[in-house]
């Protein structure tokens, strides 16, 4: 269900609308005002500070866990939410209180001239983390700019060293193309951390040569559990490697992992440190140890859609809201609703779990 401003927000009979506004100019410049409005608070008390923003469904690999062999066709640019309807949001979104905004995708590098919208958000006051989830392919030619414009945290994902499990996982050839953005990565000041999904059949073997490669560099790893997100709809439980299991496997090749506390608690992954002080991998483990009590995010797809969890089926709609000369307060308003309606949980584990109608890569990870 889409929300549009001045429809029936909680009406489970609105249907997706056309968005007649979506190919007109933006008539709108940012609004210079500062002042603060309301925290977004859900009904849990769980207040948000993080948002994902999703710049592109477009990516250059096709993993199986997040996107079909084949796609018919991606969002065109009109479609897109441009980069000054996306700082537009931000600006609002950070008067109530949120401070940290990761670019994700689709492959985030995909989008031409990333670096401008890097570059608009760096300077909208209270934002103080500007990350970017990549499979780091294009990111080599991009890194100087991005690191220039104001990035601060990279997260690359890597699931594996060998060439044909590469391919395998992302029906693609490039894993030379990815260790190389690596290098560029961790060749400037950004904080840059790996993260990792495995799959039981697929990739599991490969969790030992991941760290230490992990470990070699000085980066960080993550594993993270696989989520029924996957475009296929071939997500099985039998496929998720649990935190828990994958522990177990660490220790007994690198011996005991001592926990570190969580500096920030709305993060998401347990993190450890190796016994030799080499290092350290961290676990999220959405599946097998929801950590939603602490959730303090949400998402904005790449066609401008304001979603309050990976598995909601809801949707409130910015991108026709931006497009409309909506009011600051209008667009902080529809976020309101937005969080208003966020479940307790994911619940991924109850009988009646529906996996929602978008895959991974159409609500951004
Ligand atoms: N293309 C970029 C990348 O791969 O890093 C950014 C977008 S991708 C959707 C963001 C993260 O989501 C990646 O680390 C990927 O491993 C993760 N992801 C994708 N599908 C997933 C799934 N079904 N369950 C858990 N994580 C998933
Ligand atoms: Fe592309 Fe990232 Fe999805 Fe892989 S996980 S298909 S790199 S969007």
Same mark, same amino acid.
């Given at each position: 269900?889409?929300?549009?401003? @001045?429809?029936?927000?909680?009406?489970?009979?609105?249907?997706?609308?056309?968005?007649?506004?979506?190919?007109?100019?933006?008539?709108?410049?940012?609004?210079?005002?500062?002042?603060?409005?309301?925290?977004?608070?859900?009904?849990?008390?769980?207040?948000?500070?993080?948002?994902?923003?999703?710049?592109?469904?477009?990516?250059?690999?096709?993993?199986?866990?997040?996107?079909?062999?084949?796609?018919?066709?991606?969002?065109?640019?009109?479609?897109?939410?441009?980069?000054?309807?996306?700082?537009?949001?931000?600006?609002?979104?950070?008067?109530?209180?949120?401070?940290?905004?990761?670019?994700?995708?689709?492959?985030?590098?995909?989008?031409? !001239?990333?670096?401008?919208?890097?570059?608009?958000?760096?300077?909208?006051?209270?934002?103080?983390?500007?990350?970017?989830?990549?499979?780091?392919?294009?990111?080599?030619? %991009?890194?100087?700019?991005?690191?220039?414009?104001?990035?601060?945290?990279? !997260?690359?994902?890597?699931?594996?060293?060998?060439?044909?499990?590469?391919?395998?996982?992302?029906?693609?050839?490039?894993?030379?193309?990815?260790?190389?953005?690596?290098?560029?990565?961790?060749?400037?000041?950004?904080?840059? #951390?790996?993260?990792?999904?495995?799959?039981?059949?697929? !990739?599991? %073997?490969?969790?030992?040569?991941?760290?230490?490669?992990? #470990?070699?560099?000085?980066?960080?790893?993550?594993?993270?559990?696989?989520?029924?997100?996957?475009?296929?709809?071939?997500?099985? %439980?039998?496929?998720?490697?649990?935190?828990?299991?994958?522990?177990?496997?660490?220790?007994?090749?690198?011996?005991?992992?001592?926990?570190?506390?969580?500096?920030?608690?709305?993060?998401?992954?347990?993190?450890?440190?190796?016994?030799?002080?080499?290092? @350290?991998?961290?676990?999220?483990?959405?599946?097998?140890?929801?950590?939603?009590?602490?959730?303090?995010?949400?998402?904005?797809?790449?066609?401008?859609?304001?979603?309050?969890?990976?598995?909601? %089926?809801?949707?409130?709609?910015?991108?026709?809201?931006?497009?409309?000369?909506?009011?600051?307060?209008?667009?902080?308003?529809?976020?309101?609703?937005?969080?208003?309606?966020?479940?307790?949980?994911? @619940?991924?584990?109850?009988?009646?779990?529906?996996?929602?109608? #978008?895959?991974?890569?159409?609500?951004?990870?």
């Amino acid at each position: 269900m889409v929300c549009h401003p @001045g429809s029936q927000m909680d009406s489970p009979n609105t249907q997706r609308m056309t968005i007649a506004s979506e190919s007109l100019p933006e008539k709108y410049s940012l609004e210079a005002s500062r002042e603060p409005l309301p925290q977004l608070i859900d009904s849990f008390g769980r207040v948000h500070e993080s948002l994902r923003i999703s710049v592109t469904d477009a990516c250059n690999i096709r993993c199986r866990y997040c996107m079909p062999e084949t796609v018919a066709s991606f969002l065109p640019q009109h479609r897109l939410l441009s980069f000054d309807s996306i700082a537009r949001v931000v600006s609002v979104l950070a008067r109530s209180g949120i401070r940290k905004v990761r670019l994700t995708g689709g492959e985030p590098l995909m989008r031409p !001239n990333l670096e401008r919208l890097v570059d608009k958000l760096a300077k909208i006051p209270g934002v103080d983390q500007i990350a970017m989830t990549t499979n780091a392919m294009l990111l080599s030619d %991009q890194i100087t700019a991005l690191e220039s414009a104001g990035l601060t945290h990279i !997260n690359i994902s890597l699931d594996t060293l060998r060439e044909a499990a590469f391919k395998r996982i992302s029906r693609r050839d490039g894993l030379d193309a990815v260790l190389r953005g690596i290098e560029s990565a961790i060749s400037t000041k950004l904080v840059v #951390r790996l993260n990792a999904l495995l799959m039981r059949d697929i !990739n599991l %073997q490969d969790c030992i040569p991941l760290v230490e490669f992990a #470990r070699a560099k000085k980066l960080f790893i993550r594993f993270i559990e696989f989520m029924p997100l996957d475009a296929d709809r071939q997500w099985s %439980q039998d496929q998720v490697v649990s935190g828990t299991e994958l522990r177990l496997v660490l220790e007994s090749h690198f011996g005991p992992l001592t926990a570190i506390g969580r500096a920030d608690p709305a993060q998401p992954s347990s993190d450890f440190v190796f016994e030799d002080g080499q290092g @350290g991998v961290g676990f999220i483990d959405p599946v097998s140890q929801p950590f939603c009590q602490s959730c303090n995010r949400i998402r904005l797809t790449a066609d401008g859609k304001l979603r309050n969890c990976l598995f909601s %089926q809801e949707e409130w709609d910015l991108k026709a809201a931006c497009e409309s000369n909506a009011s600051d307060h209008e667009i902080h308003s529809i976020a309101t609703a937005c969080i208003r309606k966020k479940y307790a949980s994911h @619940g991924i584990s109850e009988s009646n779990f529906k996996q929602p109608e #978008r895959a991974m890569y159409q609500i951004g990870g």
